[in-house]
């Protein structure tokens, strides 16, 4: 939301986060009353704005699909979003079979259907965006009729390599409290932090203080001098969020030349993304 404001002159779907998110959520109410082709309604928006919530890689195109949408330059790119993302093909549904039979028995699952809905109506009341979205999406784990295991204990008390762990502080799929404590039983494991960014497990992007890391790491084992407390041992900036075309190629300076450079490693890393997510 912050970043579309951002850009209001490139995107114009609100001058302030609050005036993107206002017409976010009338989007969603009017698409779910007038769903495009009778199939594209607003959760469909929703899942599409979720890839914007794990990685900074597409925010130019969803913003821009998004805009044209709102601006009656058609619909297109922001449905075909969509469908790349969750396509009919037949076998397409072997991922979300591979992810349901791995979540809903690594563990118990909650079997209460109607705790399960108070649990996430109360959930929602501070995180309205996703928080049914994820619900429905693992919904059948309360129904599943295989065997749970109870969680597999791990500890790095055995492992004497280094290691190296790599995170942003606001990643929102694996949250940085979950690095921390991974961390904290590896006694040999070492932590970029990518302060403040919200891209998940964001590497390999452009940032020379972690990329750099990851060579060394790669060539010779070397990580960051592991430091006291519950903290990392490295923070380096984080993935940077892609700057418009339209505006980055008003500058001729060397900053301009560092976001054309930032902008082509992150379309590559979204490139890999994307195969290993579909491919």
Not at 40 to 56: H, Q
Not at 235 to 242: H, I, L, S, Y
Request: charged fraction near 15%; aromatic fraction near 12%; hydrophobic fraction near 35%.
């Amino acid at each position: 939301m912050a970043y579309l404001a951002q850009y209001s002159d490139y995107f114009d779907v609100g001058d302030t986060p609050k005036e993107v998110e206002d017409t976010f959520l009338a989007t969603e109410a009017d698409l779910n009353s007038h769903p495009i082709d009778g199939t594209f309604g607003g959760d469909e928006l929703l899942d599409v704005f979720t890839s914007a919530g794990y990685y900074v890689y597409g925010w130019v195109d969803i913003g821009t699909a998004y805009s044209e949408y709102l601006h009656g330059a058609g619909s297109d790119d922001l449905v075909n979003m969509y469908t790349d993302a969750n396509p009919g093909t037949p076998g397409s549904d072997n991922g979300y079979a591979m992810y349901l039979g791995t979540q809903c028995t690594d563990t118990q699952w909650p079997q209460s259907q109607q705790q399960l809905n108070r649990d996430n109506a109360f959930l929602n009341k501070f995180a309205y965006f996703f928080t049914w979205a994820n619900a429905w999406f693992n919904g059948p784990c309360a129904y599943w009729k295989y065997p749970s295991s109870r969680p597999v204990q791990v500890t790095g008390r055995h492992v004497h390599v280094p290691i190296l762990m790599i995170d942003e502080t606001l990643d929102p799929a694996t949250p940085y409290s979950g690095s921390l404590y991974v961390r904290s039983i590896f006694p040999t494991a070492s932590l970029i932090e990518g302060v403040g960014g919200t891209t998940h497990a964001g590497s390999l992007s452009g940032v020379a203080c972690t990329d750099d890391r990851i060579v060394a790491y790669l060539e010779t084992g070397a990580v960051p001098t592991r430091l006291s407390g519950s903290r990392s041992d490295l923070q380096c900036p984080p993935v940077p969020a892609p700057v418009p075309d339209a505006v980055s190629s008003q500058s001729a300076t060397p900053q301009g030349a560092d976001n054309l450079r930032a902008r082509v490693l992150a379309r590559l890393r979204a490139g890999i993304e994307d195969a290993a997510l579909h491919g």
